[in-house]
């Protein structure tokens, strides 16, 4: 049994809670909001984001951070929403002992310094040891036992190995990788390409348009990805496809949502307003765009988004401008 500490209690920290409760490990969870944690302990379920969903009897409820991590936990996982990990992780950094293992579960990469979320945890807490976990796995489905598998991604690969053998069972299957780049750039990104999927569905037009959304929004994040360092066959795995697949299709999708709001006319703005949770393809569109000029890549998706969100594009127009550009080779390496 090991002991678990989760920095936020939103719904994916508080789906990936049970699933380790359940596999015998003792977890507590820690929230900055005194109205969660006050929800999360007399009701004992996360009645907004998961309701339904019991928290097993075993799982402590806490919002005194130190009181959360003080304990000798074995692993930290950090499960607070992109726009406040680097916030969280300032705030925790003099509690964490040298040879922490910490693991993030959020999905992001920070507008002013193109970081991701493992770097921006790695800078403020630099004693401690990073990891990822990602892949297609909605909170909702995860937290009642639907079949999902993911991937992790460790600098070592021991300490991968390690988060493999506390997170599996026999509803939960995980991989290992050592391309913690690659994943966090697919688990990021995808939320980009989500976006632009949901405003399709929302201005109405059918499975060949998703379908080629999902095809070309690989292709631009894999040739992202290539150009920073990262492994190109990660994108053809669960962070990769896996995950656009499941954040463009899926009812569950905040960012699809958030898409479908704003095809139907819905501002950026309102449209977060109305789904009601940190849409974190928003918080990355920026950042995927400056680490598109900053590589030299094409990512005329990505570009698109950022006009729709920023720059008042309309959506009908954006789609235009996608499907007129000059006509070219689908891979350009390709001889004949």
Same mark, same amino acid.
């Given at each position: 049994?090991?002991?678990?500490?989760?920095?936020?209690?939103?719904?994916?920290? =508080?789906?990936?809670?049970?699933?380790?409760?359940?596999?015998?490990?003792?977890?507590?969870?820690?929230?900055?909001?005194?109205?969660?944690?006050?929800?999360?302990?007399?009701?004992?379920?996360?009645?907004?984001?998961?309701?339904?969903?019991?928290?097993?009897?075993?799982?402590?409820?806490?919002?005194?951070?130190?009181?959360?991590?003080?304990?000798?936990?074995?692993?930290?996982?950090?499960?607070?929403?992109?726009?406040?990990?680097?916030?969280?992780?300032?705030?925790?950094?003099?509690?964490?002992?040298?040879?922490?293992?910490?693991?993030?579960?959020?999905?992001?990469?920070?507008?002013?310094?193109?970081?991701?979320?493992?770097?921006?945890?790695?800078?403020?807490?630099?004693?401690?040891?990073?990891?990822?976990?990602?892949?297609?796995?909605?909170?909702?489905?995860?937290?009642?036992?639907?079949?999902?598998?993911?991937?992790?991604?460790?600098?070592?690969?021991?300490?991968?190995?390690?988060?493999?053998?506390?997170?599996?069972?026999?509803?939960?299957?995980?991989? =290992?990788?050592?391309?913690?780049?690659?994943?966090?750039?697919?688990?990021?990104?995808?939320?980009?390409?989500?976006?632009?999927?949901?405003?399709?569905?929302?201005?109405?037009?059918?499975?060949? =348009?998703?379908?080629?959304?999902? =095809?070309?929004?690989?292709?631009?994040?894999?040739?992202?990805?290539?150009?920073?360092?990262?492994?190109?066959?990660?994108?053809?795995?669960?962070?990769?496809?896996?995950?656009?697949?499941?954040?463009?299709?899926?009812?569950?999708?905040?960012?699809?949502?958030?898409?479908?709001?704003?095809?139907?006319?819905?501002?950026?703005?309102?449209?977060?307003?109305?789904?009601?949770?940190?849409?974190?393809?928003?918080?990355?569109?920026?950042?995927?765009?400056?680490?598109?000029?900053?590589?030299?890549?094409?990512?005329?998706?990505?570009?698109?988004?950022?006009?729709?969100?920023?720059?008042?594009?309309?959506?009908?127009?954006?789609?235009?401008?996608?499907?007129?550009?000059?006509?070219?080779?689908?891979?350009?390496?390709?001889?004949?």
């Amino acid at each position: 049994m090991k002991q678990i500490t989760f920095l936020g209690a939103g719904s994916w920290g =508080t789906a990936l809670a049970i699933l380790l409760a359940k596999n015998g490990h003792k977890v507590t969870m820690w929230s900055k909001m005194e109205d969660e944690v006050t929800m999360l302990t007399e009701h004992r379920e996360h009645l907004h984001r998961l309701p339904g969903v019991k928290l097993p009897a075993s799982i402590e409820i806490t919002g005194d951070l130190e009181q959360a991590v003080e304990r000798g936990t074995d692993f930290i996982v950090f499960a607070v929403a992109s726009p406040y990990v680097r916030g969280t992780a300032k705030e925790v950094s003099a509690l964490i002992p040298q040879g922490q293992r910490i693991v993030n579960v959020a999905k992001g990469i920070e507008e002013d310094t193109l970081m991701t979320l493992c770097d921006i945890i790695q800078e403020e807490i630099p004693q401690a040891e990073v990891a990822v976990l990602s892949g297609p796995s909605h909170a909702e489905e995860v937290s009642v036992g639907v079949p999902t598998t993911v991937v992790v991604g460790a600098g070592q690969k021991e300490y991968a190995m390690a988060l493999q053998e506390i997170f599996m069972n026999e509803r939960f299957r995980v991989y =290992t990788s050592p391309d913690v780049l690659g994943i966090e750039l697919g688990g990021s990104i995808k939320n980009v390409i989500a976006l632009a999927a949901g405003i399709c569905d929302g201005l109405g037009c059918g499975d060949n =348009t998703k379908a080629a959304l999902i =095809t070309r929004g690989i292709t631009e994040i894999m040739r992202l990805g290539e150009a920073m360092g990262a492994k190109p066959e990660t994108f053809a795995g669960l962070s990769g496809i896996g995950d656009l697949i499941v954040t463009c299709t899926s009812t569950h999708s905040r960012n699809h949502n958030a898409g479908v709001l704003i095809g139907q006319g819905y501002t950026m703005q309102a449209a977060m307003d109305e789904v009601k949770q940190v849409v974190e393809g928003v918080y990355s569109a920026k950042a995927a765009r400056k680490l598109a000029e900053k590589y030299q890549v094409s990512m005329p998706i990505v570009e698109g988004i950022n006009k729709v969100l920023f720059e008042g594009l309309s959506a009908e127009k954006a789609m235009f401008l996608l499907l007129t550009r000059d006509r070219c080779n689908e891979y350009p390496d390709q001889g004949w």
